[in-house]
């Protein structure tokens, strides 16, 4: 499976690539992910746990489909605060390290799922056949 970032000088600095193709593969739509559940760890009011934790619950998920977070080519992301945006480009570099980084859009919401929820990450990843 073939996957070409096109990153942007403006775009790597918010951790995301405006444009990623893929040749072969097979595609995973995963659900909306939040950081509230996945630990035992109360995170209410915790925006770094949370975007974290749902991370960790993206990849758990993705793994399950023969996939990791690498294979993730889009993200929308959704949170509670636009306050909450730069905090989350540091930390998605936390788990993109090689600056790969998926399409993304963020939007901010006035609530989740949840009322504790502070972050939601809906994504496609596309993985080796």
Not at 5 to 17: T, V
Not at 95 to 102: E, I, L, N, T
Request: hydrophobic letters at 45%; proline letters at 5%; charged letters at 20%.
């Amino acid at each position: 499976m073939e996957k070409r970032f096109y990153p942007g000088p403006w775009q790597q600095q918010r951790a995301f690539s405006p444009a990623v193709a893929t040749k072969g593969g097979r595609i995973i739509w995963v659900a909306g992910h939040g950081g509230l559940h996945g630990t035992d760890e109360v995170l209410d009011g915790d925006f770094d746990g949370q975007s974290r934790q749902a991370f960790r619950n993206l990849a758990a998920t993705i793994a399950q489909a023969g996939g990791n977070l690498s294979d993730i080519v889009t993200m929308t992301v959704f949170i509670i605060d636009a306050r909450y945006g730069d905090r989350f480009t540091e930390i998605r570099k936390e788990f993109f390290p090689d600056a790969k980084y998926p399409a993304s859009a963020l939007i901010t919401v006035a609530g989740l799922a949840r009322p504790a929820m502070m972050v939601e990450i809906q994504c496609v990843a596309v993985v080796s056949d």
